[in-house]
C-alpha cells in the first residue's frame, strides 16, 4: 500500500522559514516525479513545486520561486520542502504527490498517481 506522510507544518510569522518533509513508503521511490502542491480556504489546489525522479531538475511556481527549495533524498525516501521568506498568502494546507507517469513531475495535479493527507500551514502578519 502506497503512503505519503507529510510533516513540517505549523504556525510561523511573515518573514520565517518551515521545512515540509514528505515520507514515502509502498513505492519504489526513486522512479517517481515528485511534487508539492498547495490549497487554501475556498481556491483550488495549485502547485508549488516539484522535482524529477533522479537528476535533480526542479521547477517552481512564479509565486514561490526564489523562496522555496524542493529537494529529495532517494535513499530515505523523502522529499522536502524548504519554505524561507514566509508570507500570509502562503498559508494553506500543503501536499504532496507522487507520479511514476510523469517521472520529471508535473505542474498538474491530475498528473500524480498518490497523494499525501497535507500538513498545515499558516503564516501570521
Known amino acids: 500500500q502506497v503512503q505519503l506522510v507529510e510533516s513540517g507544518g505549523g504556525l510561523v510569522q511573515a518573514g520565517d522559514s518551515l521545512r515540509l518533509s514528505c515520507a514515502a513508503s509502498g513505492l519504489t521511490f526513486s522512479s517517481y516525479g515528485m511534487g508539492w502542491f498547495r490549497q487554501a480556504p475556498g481556491k483550488e489546489r495549485e502547485f508549488v513545486a516539484r522535482?524529477?525522479?533522479?537528476?535533480?531538475?526542479?521547477y517552481y511556481a512564479n509565486s514561490v520561486r526564489g523562496r522555496f527549495t524542493i529537494s529529495r533524498d532517494n535513499a530515505k525516501n523523502t522529499v522536502y520542502l524548504q519554505m524561507n521568506s514566509l508570507k500570509p498568502e502562503d498559508t494553506a494546507v500543503y501536499y504532496c504527490?507522487?507520479?511514476?507517469?510523469?517521472?520529471?513531475?508535473?505542474?498538474?495535479?491530475?498528473?500524480?498517481?498518490?497523494w499525501g493527507q497535507g500538513t498545515q500551514v499558516t503564516v501570521s502578519s
Open positions: 522535482i524529477n525522479w533522479s537528476l535533480g531538475s526542479t
Open positions: 504527490a507522487a507520479s511514476n507517469r510523469y517521472i520529471s513531475g508535473s505542474i498538474y495535479p491530475g498528473d500524480y498517481n498518490y
